[in-house]
C-alpha cells in the first residue's frame, strides 16, 4: 500500500486507540481450558450468590456450560488466534462495480451488560485486482462479533478488518440491530432499534452510497 493512501486512510479513521477491544496485556496467558476452569467456578458463585440450588440436576452443570459458551462461542473473537483466513482471488472477471454481501446474521454481546446484541450486518466493497470469497466476508463479521461490544466499534472493526484484507479503502459497512440492554431491561423499549454505518473510499461519493443503500433495500 503507498504512503499516500495510507495517509488518506488515517484521515478518515478515529484515534486507533478507541477502535480495539480493551483487553489486558497479559489476556491470552493461560489456556482455554484454565479460563473455562475460572469461570465455572465465578459463575457458580454467582448463581450461589442468587440463591440457586446447584444441586438441582438443571442447574448442576449450568457454570460449566456457561464457561464453555463464553470462551468457545460467544467471546472467541477476542482471541486473534481465532480470526479468520480470509480468501482472496485474482480478479480475472474485471468485476469493478460493488458487491454486497447483505442480511448477515449477527449475534453480539452488549459490554455493558453482558447481554444479547442481535441483528444483521450489511457488507459492501468495490473489488480491485482481489475478490475475497464470500463466505469469508460473513465469518469475518462473525469474528469482531464474538466479543463483548458496542455497536459503533463493531462497525468500524469491520470495515477496518477488510480495508486490511483488500488493501484498499473502498469499503461500506452497515448494522442493523437490537439490543436486549434496552428491551429487556431498563427503558424497556422492544420496537426501537440501532443503525451504525461505515463509509469510506468511493463510498463517500453520494451516487455510490445511495446505490449501496438501495441494494441493500432492494425487495423489502
Known sequence: M????????LKQEPDPSFLSTPLRDDAFEQSDQ????????????????????????SLSKTPKRVAKMFVKELFGGL???????????EN??????????KDITLYSCCEHHFVPIIGKAHVA???????????KINRLVQYYARRPQVQERLTVQI????????QHPDVAVMIEADHLCVAARGIKDTQS????????????????RAEFLSLIRGGK
Request: hydrophobic share 40%; no cysteine.
Open 193 to 208: 432499534s440501532t443503525v451504525t454505518t461505515h463509509y469510506s473510499g468511493r463510498f463517500q461519493n453520494e451516487t455510490t
Open 34 to 57: 484454565e479460563k473455562i476452569a475460572a469461570i465455572e467456578y465465578h459463575f457458580g458463585q454467582i448463581m450461589y450468590t442468587l440463591g440457586l440450588d446447584l444441586n438441582d440436576d
Open 159 to 166: 470495515a477496518n478488518g477488510l480495508k486490511a484484507v483488500l
Open 92 to 101: 480475472r472477471y474485471g468485476y469493478n462495480r460493488m458487491l454486497v454481501e
Open 79 to 89: 482471541n486473534p488466534a481465532n480470526k479468520p483466513a480470509v480468501s482472496l482471488f
Open 2 to 9: 503507498s504512503n499516500h493512501l495510507i495517509n488518506e486512510l
Open 125 to 135: 466493497y468495490i473489488p480491485g485486482a482481489h475478490v475475497i470469497g464470500l463466505s
